[in-house]
């Protein structure tokens, strides 16, 4: 019974292409995140949302935007794709700010 | 910017065998110490935390140590087993919305 579902779980893509990575939780949490995972790097964050309102952007890129539609969702716009962008996005939840948090299974992005 | 430094980078056991990781963090004003553990190919999934009022917190096997002056945490894992082979990170908060991870420690435990 997943908590939070990241779509898809992987995910091809060209160079300059626009992809948008989805992420819905159902914990009822009133703060959400996003977090990129490669081998060249660890675990980076980049945003943090609180009752849809951006906190904290750790995201030196305009290409990368962030979406809520709705308390319980947090989807991640990335355009102009390029292969340094390949790595695994994670989505997160956390009841509210400075909480532990409860992650997604990731989406795998590879940029050709 | 918070700092956060985990040590060693990797860890290779016998099954049984007991482990330490240890962490040191920049940031006086974090007060909130969570870790994570994610199995290969997995998730993140919370394990253990301690607030900076605490000096030990102790869940099952696992230990966490905190020493405030110093701004380190250790984390005891004691009888190790096959399942607890993964990457463990520490993670202190810089503020209530922002996360920053160690580089993680990898621990496999050979059976």
């Known amino acids: 019974d997943p908590k939070i579902i990241q779509k898809p779980k992987y995910l091809v893509a060209v160079t300059g292409s626009e992809k948008i990575l989805i992420c819905e939780q159902y914990?009822?949490?009133?703060?959400m995140y996003w977090y990129r995972q490669s081998a060249k790097k660890p675990l980076e964050f980049m945003f943090s949302?609180?009752?849809?309102?951006?906190?904290d952007n750790q995201t030196a890129s305009s290409r990368f935007q962030p979406q809520s539609s709705k308390k319980n969702h947090l989807d991640l716009q990335i355009t102009a794709l390029k292969p340094d962008d390949s790595a695994t996005y994670f989505c997160?939840?956390?009841?509210?700010?400075?909480?532990?948090?409860?992650f997604g299974p990731g989406t795998r992005l590879t940029v050709l | 910017g918070e700092q956060v430094e985990q040590l060693p980078s990797s860890l290779i056991v016998q099954e049984g065998a007991s482990v330490l990781i240890n962490c040191s963090y920049t940031d006086s004003a974090s007060v909130y110490f969570p870790w994570y553990k994610q199995e290969p190919g997995k998730r993140l999934q919370f394990i253990i935390d301690?607030?900076?009022?605490?000096e030990r917190k102790q869940n099952q096997r696992l230990t966490l140590l905190f020493d405030k002056k110093t701004k380190h945490l250790s984390l005891h894992i004691t009888a190790t087993q096959p399942g607890d082979s993964a990457i463990y990170f520490c993670s202190p908060p810089s503020n209530a919305y922002k996360v920053i991870f160690g580089k993680g420690t990898h621990l496999h435990v050979l059976p």
């Open positions: 914990l009822g949490h009133n703060a």
């Open positions: 949302y609180s009752y849809q309102k951006l906190m």
């Open positions: 997160a939840s956390s009841q509210e700010g400075g909480d532990e948090q409860y």
């Open positions: 301690i607030r900076s009022n605490m």
